[in-house]
């Protein structure tokens, strides 16, 4: 049971962590859904593929599937969190 109780005093601290970092997931959540949606994403596509951005640039960003794939990933999570707790 002491390894039950410290385990759960772990959990609730990750808990506690994440609960007072979703104002910033949120706000990263709708600044990506906004920026696949903008003009700019497709400018910076085309950019990228002029080869215009530097070789050693990330660019996970550029890539559609990934940002969509983010959001309905958190979208998912957010359902089972509702559900786990209802």
């Known amino acids: ?3 039950r109780l410290n ?3 772990t959990w609730q601290k990750e808990l506690e962590r994440l609960l007072d970092a979703l104002p910033l ?3 990263d959540e709708a600044m990506l859904e906004a920026y696949l949606e903008s ?3 497709r400018e910076d596509l085309e950019a990228d593929e002029a080869e215009r ?3 050693d640039l990330p660019r996970g960003v550029l890539s559609e599937d990934g940002i ?3 959001l309905e990933n958190q979208r998912e999570l957010e359902d089972a ?3 786990e707790w209802e």
């Open 81 to 83: 969190l509702r559900n």
């Open 7 to 9: 385990r759960l005093l």
């Open 39 to 41: 003009p700019e994403w």
């Open 68 to 70: 969509w794939n983010a």
């Open 25 to 27: 997931i949120r706000e």
């Open 53 to 55: 951005f530097p070789a």
């Open 1 to 3: 049971m002491e390894e």
